[in-house]
């Protein structure tokens, strides 16, 4: 984490989402631990858990190494915002889900904002025949959780729990994962949790 980003004891914010595997990977961070700071808090973004010697790990010792230090990272941290934006299909990143519930097992608070507005159930049903052609004949038979959330109900009743809010937008096109206005919003939600949580220790 850089000094420009680090703001003396601000709760840390754990920046979860697929923004990890974009090509400016690094400067998408960097911009969203830029608003981190202007709303008080310190970001975390997994690419901060630098592997040392990771070009001489075998593939498999360089997951567990990412996978333990992000878990590292998530247990430093005061709470987390995630992008549940979704990613090469109808749902999120499946690394996201993960940290989501382990964010919560540590009875850490968990925002998430997703730049897609249609519901769960919506964007399966709006699965063209096409890709649904590649799905086996089970899944094509299975059931479609429908209650109405913006996520599967485990990742939806989580960020629902925590503030009250699951933030939704439509963005143009070619910024659907890249928008951070519903991550603004969720530092704003995420400021006021933190000012209550003062006033009411007061």
Known sequence: ?????????APRVYLAGPEV????????????????TKFGFTGVFPLD???????????EALARA????????MRSCDLMIANCTPFRGVSMDAGTAFEIGFMRALGRPVLGYSNVAADHAARVRATPEAAR???DQETRQADIEDFGLAE???????????????????????????????????????ADMFRERERVRR
């Open 49 to 59: 858990n630098a592997i040392a010697d990771a070009a001489s790990l075998s593939p």
């Open 66 to 73: 990412i996978s333990h230090g992000n878990e590292s990272l």
């Open 152 to 190: 599967n109900l485990m990742i939806a009743i989580a960020v629902l729990d925590t503030c009250g809010r699951f933030v939704l937008r439509d963005v143009a096109p070619d910024r659907v994962l890249s928008d951070l206005d519903g991550f603004r919003d969720c530092l704003a939600l995420a």
């Open 1 to 9: 984490m850089t000094e420009s980003t680090k703001v003396s004891g």
């Open 21 to 36: 595997f974009f090509p400016d990977a690094l400067a998408q961070g960097a911009e969203k631990k830029r608003l981190c």
């Open 133 to 135: 052609a590649w799905w």
